[in-house]
């Protein structure tokens, strides 16, 4: 039994969870794929939207389907939105590993994929500043810092006994508020830090844990706060997941 404080009931969160486990493994291999295309396209429209743009329809349509052209005025959305989708891909793929464990390079590996800038894509240089014009205005540790915050960061992520006594739900909402007080990068922690916490949850036997646009206040409110009320918005984010694939699958069951 894991400890937990949380006003949800992860024991019934851990069966729903199970359930749909259930459901996925005895779904067609053409089901499991619209099911993750449409998580997809639910976590790319939500996490642009927390971070304050939002994307429209036709332009996850685009984006989605390679063979789609593109103006030169929404070529760089589009490679933008390309680059999240292949960012949850490798996060999915980093999460199906037998043998894994975290790094600091991980962390740059997905800023590269994120940043918009080629060379600081490349560089996978930390911030040397404290943003004055930013969408989060929670307290974010000194640049000075931010390398051997980092390497505590990894360490306490590959540490056994953590990951045995804490709920997965909790641990993963607990790395990203560390990870977020770090704010390694200017223009990507959110998304990598909201990515990475799905790699979690998936490789624990999650869905990811999608954060609606509906809920920017509270997180940022969120990550302002203390980790506890984070953790109340990543179990009731993956119940809704969870939700909404369980109907999903029922629905495809049906058709059939």
């Given at each position: ?117 080629a ?77 990475m916490?799905?790699?979690?949850l998936?490789?624990q ?30 179990a009731?984010s ?8 369980e ?10």
């Open positions: 039994m894991y400890a937990s404080s949380s006003t949800i009931d992860l024991d019934s969160l851990d069966s729903k969870a199970e359930h749909v486990r259930t459901l996925m493994t005895n779904a067609s291999k053409s089901q499991i794929t619209e099911l993750w295309r449409q998580l997809d396209l639910s976590a790319i429209y939500h996490d642009w939207a927390l971070d304050g743009q939002v994307i429209l329809a036709e332009e996850l349509d685009v984006a989605f389907d390679t063979r789609s052209v593109t103006d030169a005025t929404g070529l760089p959305l589009t490679m933008a939105l390309r680059s999240h989708k292949r960012a949850i891909d490798y996060a999915r793929e980093v999460a199906a590993k037998e043998v894994f464990a975290f790094s600091v390079d991980l962390f740059r590996e997905f800023h590269s994929l994120f940043a918009s800038d060379e600081n894509a490349k560089s996978g240089r930390y911030r040397k500043e404290i943003p004055l014009h930013r969408s989060y205005f929670h307290e974010i540790c000194h640049p000075s810092k931010i390398g051997t915050s980092m390497r505590k960061l990894v360490s306490w992520l590959n540490d056994p006994e953590e990951a045995m006594v804490v709920h997965p739900i909790r641990w993963a909402a607990k790395f990203h508020y560390r990870f977020m007080r770090i704010f390694p990068f200017i223009e990507t922690s959110g998304k990598i830090g909201r990515t916490t799905n790699l979690i998936i490789r036997g999650y869905l990811p844990a999608i954060i609606h646009a509906t809920e920017r206040q509270r997180y940022y409110e969120s990550i302002r706060q203390s980790p506890e009320d984070f953790v109340e918005l990543v009731e993956e119940l809704s997941a969870l939700e909404a694939a109907k999903f699958l029922r629905r495809a069951r049906l058709a059939c």
